[in-house]
């Protein structure tokens, strides 16, 4: 598929409809033509297969083993108890379990192509949506996952639901395929004041979209809100980013940020991950106009010729920062811009455990590994806590960005019953647990075995490491260091790999490119230190690294700025020089140790 052909199958497709409604009612064949699963990726959907079985099939010259992912649309992570059992009965229909992502949404895995419109049926009348959940269009809008109940909080979740109202594609072929032409809001529109800016979702006559146009926009389109000093939702890997600033205790206005994402391509220097940029600062009253006017910039701009360089970071990157910031002020008549204000953050984690949330209230944030809801075998049994839960006392849920999972309104009187489902279960929340500090940020992707993108292991090879990196830290005494390992089994990043203080991109099978330098903030990108190391290899050159943090760190200093400080001393080293350096420094730390001891 020629990626100039993606641009002419959106054109063609009267608003994103194509042939999906005659290729699902035809359940004699197990797939679509690419060109179908093009389109399907804007109603929520990927086809896959699985590639532990792929080898063994083609030998033997059989079909693959075709499914469909499901991906659910929630502003903010935000789901009710009846929401989270209709997605827990749907399992039944994927692979048994589900997936929650650091975009805080909810993955179904291994849903067969005759199921699959009925799992988008349920799911739109649960109150939420798969609409815009993949695809070419502003995906699911993240935001601030605590659910603290003040007057900041409460905005940027309003936030999050203005933002996912006002950019859902509002051509019928959703709803006219998937709902049999039924209009079903979602819950976040039909709870929020209606935009003016949007026409009935489901009802808009076909042509151009008003927002998206014919060929809707050259890449997928990331948006998150956070909220100083917490950046959780990783504010600078998003395309657009917004900041709340706080005058006595309420948003005053939003700090725009641009351009941040992370995909990129093997040995190709012109692909790169980048971190966003400030942009301006507008009111809080003119944010989601100011917001639009920086999508349709990107869709004006974006390079449509060549796929890999068509996110909004190249977009910023080739226009320059303050080309975009006066094409992005041309398109707001009337409204006034600012400077951006000045943003710090401290932690990219979640603030696990018990805690209040200024109601009267509680919630309870759960770490769950690698945010797959499972009953595991010989471990915790995630999903029927959490449904215990959710039947027995009707309280909602939030998805974190570190794909854990918080239980928020929690009376008082009620906090014990949580904790004696949990622990029926096998769930302990960090607090209970003795994990390390790393171990309750460390995130990876889905990879294998369904992600078609998929170069090695990620979720499945991460906690194996994880556990050899616990050891390391216990030993060395720095269990609870803010550093943060991710691992994405591609170089696309979804695991977020690039900020990350040790971050690995898979090459090929049990093999990854191997980044160091980001942050436990975010707000820093990491330097490729190996082009390929094997999974053999990872825990010695892991070990080497972290021993000479514990041997010259400062005091107060954490891994990042230690990294930082000696990484870059004088002219900059290559990978290679760095690490004998390394090498060197640890040999004259110890004998000087030695002799110490002598």
């Known amino acids: 598929m020629s990626k100039a052909s993606v641009e002419d199958i959106k054109l063609t497709s009267a608003g994103l409809r194509g042939q999906l409604a005659e290729l699902f009612a035809d359940t004699s064949t197990p797939n679509i033509p690419e060109d179908s699963n093009i389109l399907l990726k804007h109603h929520g959907s990927y086809q896959q297969d699985d590639r532990d079985r792929r080898a063994a099939l083609v ?19 935000r789901i009710s108890a009846k929401q989270w059992m209709i997605h827990d009965e749907l399992c039944t229909k994927a692979f048994g379990n589900m997936r929650l992502t650091n975009r805080q949404g909810i993955q179904l895995h291994g849903v067969l192509k005759g199921g699959l419109k009925e799992v988008i049926h349920n799911v739109c009348h649960s109150g939420l949506s798969t609409m815009g959940a993949c695809g070419d269009v502003v995906r699911n809008t993240m935001g601030p996952a605590a659910p603290v109940k003040d007057a900041v909080h409460a905005d940027t979740q309003r936030l999050t639901e203005e933002i996912s109202q006002r950019f859902l594609w509002r051509s019928s072929a959703y709803a006219d395929i998937w709902l049999d032409g039924e209009k079903v809001e979602p819950e976040w529109i039909k709870a929020s004041e209606p935009d003016p800016a949007v026409r009935a979702v489901t009802k808009a006559p076909e042509g151009d979209d008003p927002i998206y146009g014919k060929v809707y926009l050259p890449r997928k389109f990331k948006i998150g809100v956070a909220i100083q000093p917490c950046n959780d939702v990783d504010v600078f890997s998003q395309d657009v980013g917004f900041v709340p600033h706080v005058v006595e205790g309420r948003v005053e206005g939003y700090t725009i940020t641009v ?67 006066a094409e992005v002020v041309r398109r707001l008549p009337g409204i006034e811009t600012f400077p951006p204000k000045e943003l710090k953050f401290d932690t990219v984690e979640d603030n696990l455990g018990w805690h209040e949330q200024g109601d009267g209230k509680l919630y309870c944030a759960v770490y769950v590994s690698m945010g ?138 049990n093999k990854w490119a191997m980044f160091v330098g980001g942050s436990i903030r975010g707000d820093t990108l990491a330097g490729l230190e190996f082009k390929s190391v094997t999974g053999e290899e990872i825990p010695g050159k892991v070990r080497a690294i972290l021993e000479a943090f514990v041997a010259e760190r400062q005091p107060g200093e954490i891994f990042a700025d230690w990294f930082a400080r000696t990484r870059t001393k004088g002219a900059e080293p290559t990978s290679e020089q760095f690490h004998i350096e390394l090498a060197e420094r640890a040999a004259k730390l110890a004998g000087e140790k030695a002799g110490e001891a002598g």
């Open 372 to 509: 797959r809801i499972v009953n595991c075998e010989n471990g915790p049994q995630y999903r029927s806590a959490f449904a215990e839960i959710a039947t027995r006392l009707d309280l909602p849920f939030i998805v974190t960005p570190n794909t854990n999972l918080i239980i928020a309104d929690v009376a008082p009187e009620q906090k014990e019953q949580v904790n004696a489902i949990l622990a029926k279960h096998g769930v302990v929340h960090a607090d209970e647990a003795g994990f390390t500090r790393a171990r309750k940020v460390a995130h990876a992707c889905v990879a294998l075995p369904t992600c078609g993108l998929a170069l090695s292991e990620s979720e499945r090879a991460l906690p194996g490491f994880m556990d050899q990196f616990d050891a390391m830290l216990q030993e060395l005494g720095i269990v609870d260091e803010p550093i943060l390992f991710r691992m994405t089994g591609c170089p696309n990043g979804c695991g977020r790999p690039y900020n990350a203080d040790f971050g690995f991109v898979g090459r090929a099978p």
């Open 259 to 325: 351009g941040g994402g992370f995909g990129m391509s093997h040995g190709q220097l012109a692909t790169r991950p980048f971190l966003a940029q400030p942009l301006l600062y507008v009111k809080r009253a003119h944010v989601v106009d100011a917001c639009e006017a920086i999508v349709t910039t990107q869709r004006d701009n974006g390079n449509r010729a060549e796929r890999k360089h068509a996110r909004l970071k190249y977009t910023v990157q080739s226009m320059g920062i303050e080309a975009f910031r």
């Open 59 to 77: 030998k033997a010259k059989q079909e693959k083993a075709w499914s469909f992912m499901i991906r659910s649309k929630m502003p903010g992570g």
